[in-house]
Nanobody
Framework: VQLQASGGGLVQAGGSLRLSCAAP????????MGWFRQAPGKEREFVAA????????VYADSVKGRFTISRHNAKDTVYLQMNSLKPEDTAVYYC????????????????WGQGTLVTVSS
């Protein structure tokens, strides 16, 4: 599974961005998908995850109520809508695909995208 993340950029605090992660292929709908992020000098951390059907989601406390993960299986794409962005959201965002259910652990994911940079200015 090849993952291609896009949609990052520079935005002012309080603004919004939508990240996309395309995973073309007939097996996309069988994978749980997750978003993680890594800020400079910090470890990679969980952001959000969604089940293969889209019926279940989970969020990190730091983004709950501001970010929304969704997927469109017919388009082989998962999204991360980010609202009310804060400077502390600045990071490289990675999408990941896992065959065994959605999870907040990076160990649950088998495939990773290349990352897209989100920079939030104050």
């Amino acid at each position: 599974v090849q993952l291609q993340a896009s949609g990052g950029g520079l935005v002012q605090a309080g603004g919004s961005l939508r990240l996309s992660c395309a995973a073309p292929g007939r097996t996309f709908s069988s994978y749980a998908m997750g978003w993680f992020r890594q800020a400079p000098g910090k470890e990679r951390e969980f952001v959000a995850a969604i089940s293969w059907s889209g019926g279940n989601t989970v969020y990190a406390d730091s983004v709950k109520g501001r970010f929304t993960i969704s997927r469109h299986n017919a388009k082989d794409t998962v999204y991360l809508q980010m609202n009310s962005l804060k400077p502390e959201d600045t990071a490289v965002y990675y999408c990941a695909a896992g065959a065994f259910g959605y999870s907040d652990s990076p160990k649950a994911y088998d495939y990773w995208g290349q990352g897209t940079l989100v920079t939030v200015s104050s």
